[in-house]
């Protein structure tokens, strides 16, 4: 188990091996889950993403404009694991 001092600012700072283990690179995010009990879970906060996110995000990449069917068509090619 890893000791953490408490600085007078409320901040802590983990041991490099600490977030090794968890996962965490510099500039990278923590979750904490404030249990009942008053134990804390720490873990590696993911990435979550959206639809926003995601559309518009190959925008501009080709000038092929596709129609539905042939996207469709590709999908199940893609799907049954054909080229």
């Known amino acids: ?29 923590i979750e904490l889950d404030l249990l009942p009990d008053g134990r804390g879970l720490l873990m590696a906060a993911r990435p979550t993403g959206s639809i926003e996110g995601f559309v ?10 596709a129609t ?7 999908s199940q090619r893609s799907w049954a694991g054909e080229p």
């Open 56 to 65: 518009g995000l190959l925008s501009g990449q080709t000038s092929k404009v």
């Open 1 to 29: 188990m890893a000791t953490l001092t408490v600085t007078t600012r409320g901040q802590v700072t983990f041991r490099k091996d600490v977030l090794q283990h968890l996962g965490i690179e510099p500039g990278g995010k």
């Open 68 to 74: 539905i069917e042939e996207m469709n068509a590709a």
